[in-house]
């Protein structure tokens, strides 16, 4: 088993769609959690950090359950430009990534 | 402020010949990783530093890969004898710190080994 699993999708959304994406991780110890964006051919970028209390970033809400072992990304009304991997990754330590879910947003 | 840079953007080589890759991290971050990914597929972590130490070089793939970083700074990554499967995205990534802090990734180095 892996250390952090995501469902590798395809989600394909609407525009506007809300759509959600988890990460479960085995390690109980894990303290930091973020959701990173990656565009085609591109290097992954910070999308924003996962606290314990949950935390929004415009139309991006991150969760934490500790209890479960999981993250979680919100997208409320995507737009095309949404279109991306994204990636997990899990820190207690050394970070650990997750292999993607990838999105793709239609008109 | 300035990001990671990565040199050289491409690579193409021929099997056989060595190569050297080049990170130059966010100034102040004290951590920096190597990652390799092939297309379509996710981050395989290759070696981190912590100051100029490697603690992990766990996902070192062989023999032929190694990496030195100097000054704290600048970072190496050296593939002997390249072969085909070596062809890659090879990214690097700086942290303030290591183990909690997130990490800001360079545009990567893309190698292709003929």
């Known amino acids: 088993r892996k250390e952090v699993e995501q469902d590798p999708g395809p989600f394909n959304v609407p525009e506007g769609a809300t759509v959600a994406f988890n990460c479960t991780y085995s390690?109980?110890?894990?303290?930091?959690f973020f959701w990173y964006r990656q565009d085609c051919r591109k290097e992954p970028k910070l999308l924003m950090s996962?606290?314990?209390s949950g935390n929004e970033d415009g139309r991006f809400t991150a969760q934490l359950n500790r209890a479960s072992q999981y993250i979680s990304l919100l997208i409320r009304d995507s737009k095309l430009s949404d279109s991306a991997t994204y990636l997990c990754a899990v820190c207690e330590g050394k970070s650990t990534f997750g292999d993607g879910t990838t999105l793709t947003v239609k008109p | 402020g300035a990001g990671v840079s990565q040199s050289p953007s491409n690579k193409v080589t021929e099997k056989g010949k060595d190569v050297e890759l080049r990170c130059d991290p966010i100034s102040g971050h004290t951590a920096l990783y190597w990652y390799r990914q092939s297309l379509g597929q996710g981050l395989e972590f290759l070696i981190y530093f912590q100051g100029n130490s490697a603690p992990d070089k766990s996902g070192l793939p062989s023999d032929r890969f190694s990496a030195e970083r100097t000054g704290g700074s600048v970072s190496t990554l050296t593939i002997q004898r390249t072969q085909q499967e070596d062809s890659a995205v090879y990214l690097c990534a700086s942290s303030r710190d290591h183990g909690s802090d997130a990490q800001y990734f360079g545009p990567g180095t893309r190698l292709l080994v003929l």
């Open positions: 996962v606290y314990s």
């Open positions: 390690n109980s110890a894990s303290q930091s």
